[in-house]
Structure formats: C-alpha cells, structure tokens
C-alpha cells in the first residue's frame, strides 16, 4: 500500500466507516460514502446526496460530460464531506495535506466498485490542499497521491 498510512487496520476501519455512510444515500443510482481522515482522527464522513450544495454547483464546471447519470447539481459523497468539514472545524481547519478522503462505492452484489472522484471532486480537493486519497475499485483498494 502506500507509507503514508501503514496502518492496514485504519484502512479497513475507514472502509467500514464509508460503506456505512454509503447507506444513507438517497441517489438511487450509486451510493457512495466518504471519510476524511488522518493517523489519530476521523475528521468527518458523510455520503452522495440528491441534496446540491453551493460548492458542488462551483466545481460542476471542471467535471466532463459524461460524470454523473444523477441530477446535475446533487453533491458527491467527497463535496459532502468537504462541507461537513468546514462546517465543524471552520474555526480551527486542520492542515489539508496532512488528511486523507477515502471513497467507497459497491455493486449491488456487494463487491466494490469504482470510486475514484470525478475531476470536479478532484480539482476541490486539489484546491484545499488534499494529497491523499483512497478510493475502492472493482479490484479492491487504490491510493492516488494530488498534486498542485
């Protein structure tokens, strides 16, 4: 995996931790959990939403065409955690290059499936200073390293 989080178990509990707010989705479509997190904290999780939020509508314009089969405007699991973020933290913001957001989505079968954020989740990410995300894929468990 990746040294920036050896901890295998902190993963499988971020995993459990995603999969669960991903039940909470009222997309019919895909439903998609996320936790922002570091080596000490869970920061905050939260899933996708039919619910749009002003700064999904902001970073709608970076994503292509094709992103979602959803309503426009309704925000990712990833900008829902980003929201619930500042919401709780506005007055002391943690250092965004040292967290990681991991995204879960499965199949209906209950294997994973991909997850990787859209480049509208990526560019807001990228923005506030994300380096670290994780996200599941048919095959399991992808880490990707955003750069500036």
């Not at 995993?15 to 997190?37: C, M, N, P, Q, W």
């Not at 426009?72 to 699991?77: E, F, Q, V």
Request: glycine content about 4%.
């Amino acid at each position: 995996m990746d040294t920036h989080l050896n901890i295998k178990g902190k993963l499988k509990s971020m995993l459990r931790l995603a999969k669960t707010a991903s039940k909470a989705s009222d997309v019919k479509e895909y439903h998609l959990g996320a936790v922002i997190f570091d080596k000490h904290k869970v920061y905050c999780y939260a899933c996708n939403t039919d619910k749009g939020t002003p700064m999904q509508r902001k970073y709608n314009k970076y994503a292509s065409p094709d992103c979602c089969t959803w309503p426009k405007h309704s925000a990712h699991a990833e900008m829902n955690c980003i929201h619930k973020l500042l919401q709780q933290y506005y007055q002391d913001l943690p250092d965004y290059s040292k967290l990681s957001i991991l995204v879960y989505r499965e199949h209906q079968d209950g294997s994973s499936a991909m997850a990787r954020p859209c480049k509208a989740c990526s560019k807001a990410l990228i923005d506030l200073g994300f380096r670290h995300v994780y996200y599941t894929t048919d095959n399991g468990l992808c880490y990707e390293e955003l750069n500036k």
